[in-house]
T-cell receptor
Framework: RKEVEQDPGPFNVPEGATVAFNCTYS??????FFWYRQDCRKEPKLLMS???SGNEDGRFTAQLNRASQYISLLIRDSKLSDSATYLC??????????????FGRGTQLTVWP | NAGVTQTPKFRVLKTGQSMTLLCAQDMNHEYMYWYRQDPGMGLRLIHY???????AKGEVPDGYNVSRLKKQNFLLGLESAAPSQTSVYFCASSYARGGARANNEQFFGPGTRLTVL
């Protein structure tokens, strides 16, 4: 079983729409959670961290449910520039000190005018 | 700061040839990583290093070797390239270790697109 599972999409939404991505992780001892964004033929870049209490950054809201081992990303008022692949990322358990990250396969989003 | 740079950007090899991919970072990061990214597979860790002179195997190390002789550089070698190694290779670096709210942000290079014929 993969460490991180994501719905690959693609999601095709009009500008202004709200879209949500989900992700599940297999290791209940996982410590830190992130969403990365990867534009076509570019490198991944950190979008935001995900905290237990939930957190928001402008139009983006991230949620974590440790009991269900589930992470979500909500994008409100979608822009054309939001078109990208969104990667769900998890760090291993507390015993690891290697800074390793486990990446999901990514969810592709296309926002159309 | 240039961040993380990778050379070359593109390369075509024939089966059995060897090559070295170079990764350099100017952020004084301790940790460096090599990933490969294939369609439908996501990013998979090949090898990583937690400091100068140290390396370790990741998820898919077979067919690759690495060296970290200098803190700022991390080299990935293919001794005898195979078509299965056709992929996009990303190098990344990070500063902090794990922990509940530690900043594990990894900074990626622009990637190397490798084709093995």
């Amino acid at each position: 079983r993969k460490e991180v599972e994501q719905d690959p999409g693609p999601f095709n939404v009009p500008e202004g729409a709200t879209v949500a991505f989900n992700c599940t992780y297999s290791n209940s001892a996982s410590q830190s959670f992130f969403w990365y964004r990867q534009d076509c033929r570019k490198e991944p870049k950190l979008l935001m961290s995900v905290y237990s209490s939930g957190n928001e950054d402008g139009r983006f809201t991230a949620q974590l449910n440790r009991a269900s081992q589930y992470i979500s990303l909500l994008i409100r008022d979608s822009k054309l520039s939001d078109s990208a692949t969104y990667l769900c990322v998890v760090t291993p358990d507390r015993g690891s000190t290697l800074g390793r990250l486990y990446f999901g396969r990514g969810t592709q989003l296309t926002v159309w005018p | 700061n240039a961040g993380v740079t990778q050379t070359p950007k593109f390369r075509v090899l024939k089966t059995g040839q060897s090559m070295t991919l170079l990764c350099a970072q100017d952020m004084n990061h301790e940790y460096m990583y090599w990933y490969r990214q294939d369609p439908g597979m996501g990013l998979r860790l090949i090898h990583y290093s937690v400091g100068e002179g140290t390396t370790a195997k990741g998820e898919v190390p077979d067919g690759y070797n690495v060296s970290r002789l200098k803190k700022q550089n991390f080299l990935l070698g293919l001794e005898s390239a195979a078509p299965s190694q056709t992929s996009v290779y990303f190098c990344a670096s990070s500063y902090a270790r794990g922990g509940a709210r530690a900043n594990n942000e990894q900074f990626f290079g622009p990637g190397t697109r490798l084709t093995v014929l």
